[in-house]
């Protein structure tokens, strides 16, 4: 197993598909990333997004 620093669950919600563009550096970033965490892209973006949502949650923001 990885040196995943955050575990990523599978849950009971259903999953949909986001479709997102990026520059091609924000996206060889993101593998990079991943690739040091050892996590697919999708996992590591997915990662990311949670910790942006609940940072806003907890500020209030959202």
Do not use: F, P, W
Request: proline share 0%; charged share 35%; glycine share 4%.
């Amino acid at each position: 197993m990885g040196k995943h620093t955050e575990q990523c669950t599978i849950d009971n919600m259903a999953k949909v598909t986001v479709t997102i563009y990026m520059d091609d550096k924000d996206k060889e970033a993101l593998q990079r990333l991943a690739d040091a965490e050892e996590r697919s892209l999708s996992q590591m973006a997915l990662l990311i997004l949670k910790q942006a949502i609940r940072k806003a949650e907890q500020e209030g923001k959202i």
